[in-house]
């Protein structure tokens, strides 16, 4: 008979490719924060506000402590003036005391491609850093990994500002 390794019992995240001491139905903690945050950014979409536009789009951004804060989007009547669901987020948890994320995941009701944030919000995400993970997740909870880094590349930043 032989023994067991003493690593044995422990689970191996195939996402992360290493063993994960933090497992819980078969999923280490960072698969179930991903999977917690793409929940509740298709939650946030399910609450949209645009009656005219019908277009619903939900975010939902997970901050450095592990809180995670949603956000909609909001159309008015004369449909020119929106307030997208990742500036929404952003502003938020913001309000909220939250200064630094790790995070992002935003959907809407397109089901044959990823949707990235529009300019204006990958601009206003970089001033929180750069080195966010972007989630564009379709309707069906399947999500695409980037960055903002590669949504924004040569970004004005405020660190520029600080040289
Ligand atoms: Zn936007």
Redesign the pocket.
């Given at each position: 008979m032989t023994g067991k390794s003493r690593y044995e019992h422990f689970s191996f995240c195939e996402r992360e490719q290493k063993l994960n001491l933090y497992i819980l139905h078969n999923l280490c903690i960072h698969c179930l924060l991903l999977k917690a945050l793409v929940l509740k950014c298709q939650e946030a979409r399910n609450m949209a506000y645009c009656p005219y536009s019908k277009f619903p789009v939900g975010a939902a951004i997970l901050t450095a402590d592990g809180a995670i804060i949603t956000g909609i989007i909001l159309v008015v009547s004369n449909c020119c003036t929106v307030l997208?669901a990742?500036?929404t987020a952003i502003q938020r948890a913001v309000a909220e005391g939250h200064r630094k994320f790790t995070a992002i995941a935003v959907t809407c009701d397109i089901k044959d491609s990823f949707v990235g944030?529009?300019g204006?919000?990958r601009q206003v995400l970089m001033e929180f850093g750069s080195e966010w993970m972007v989630y564009l997740t379709k309707p069906d909870g399947t999500y695409k990994e980037t960055t903002l880094n590669e949504l924004l590349p040569y970004a004005f930043s405020p660190t520029h500002l600080r040289k």
């Open positions: 997208c990742e500036r944030p529009c204006a919000c």
